[in-house]
């Protein structure tokens, strides 16, 4: 109501974090069994799906931060 003409008036970003290229298979591990995954799970998702274990990681950290929510959004609600 208030908060939101505050915040672009002072500047406050509105964009989220980078979204992650969608993958069935990654998506179905982040939301059934592990957001952390560790490195045993990491090297068989690599093999399986003929990634390299960093660009796993960077989907994993990458959906992660896509459930935070905006600087906007957390200034908003603060107010």
């Known amino acids: 109501f208030i908060a939101k003409p505050c915040a672009l008036g002072l ?8 979204k992650a290229q ?3 298979i990654l998506e179905k591990v982040f939301t059934a069994i592990t957001k952390h995954p ?4 990491l090297e068989g998702l690599s ?4 990634w390299d274990v ?5 989907w994993f950290r990458q ?3 896509q ?7 957390k200034f908003c609600e603060s107010m």
């Open 63 to 65: 959906r992660r931060n």
């Open 11 to 18: 500047k406050v970003q509105a964009n989220g974090p980078q």
């Open 38 to 41: 560790d490195e045993k799970r």
């Open 54 to 58: 960093r660009s796993i990681q960077r």
């Open 22 to 24: 969608p993958n069935a």
């Open 67 to 73: 459930e935070k929510p905006s600087t906007l959004t």
């Open 47 to 50: 093999k399986q799906l003929d």
